[in-house]
């Protein structure tokens, strides 16, 4: 009996976690989770903070997002090092971070170079179009360079809770 409890705990898991909404997030959205000196688009990216942390939608990020929020806060030096190591613990409970593969960057390259952005901007929109999840982001020049192209590219700035 024991057994059957306990499969039916883990298939309506499953069935919960199947049903929240997942959004691949860039650093230009979650550094305006904690430093919040351009007051644009935080209503926003305050949605997607509010429901991580409620466990009600899924924020999903390559490994380079820890990278580039460390590159930003390094710079500030208004911003004590506890509380950047604050913000990193909170952003690996909020956020999944994954790892890269071999054909993850070779996507990502082909697309870098097919519309001229960053490898880096290529790994968020390769594995936004891998796991067929939106990739939101507050890179206005970025979304201006996918617009028209076939990629799940949203700006932030235009991002609705309905979306």
Known sequence: MKYNEDYIKFSEFIIKESLKRKYI???S???KWYYSSNKEDLKQASYFYDNSRQNNNVIVAPDLLIYEI?????NKSEIAENYIFTILNEIYNTVTILGI??????????????????????IYISLS??????????????????EKLNYRVVLLKNFTSEY
């Open 25 to 27: 997030l860039d650093s």
């Open 29 to 31: 959205v979650i550094i």
């Open 70 to 74: 460390l590159n930003f806060f390094k």
């Open 101 to 122: 593969s071999n054909n993850l960057f070779k996507k990502a390259f082909k697309i870098a170079r097919d519309i001229g952005v960053t490898i880096y901007d290529g």
């Open 129 to 146: 179009d891998e796991l067929n999840i939106p990739f939101i982001t507050a890179d206005k020049k970025l979304f201006t360079l996918t």
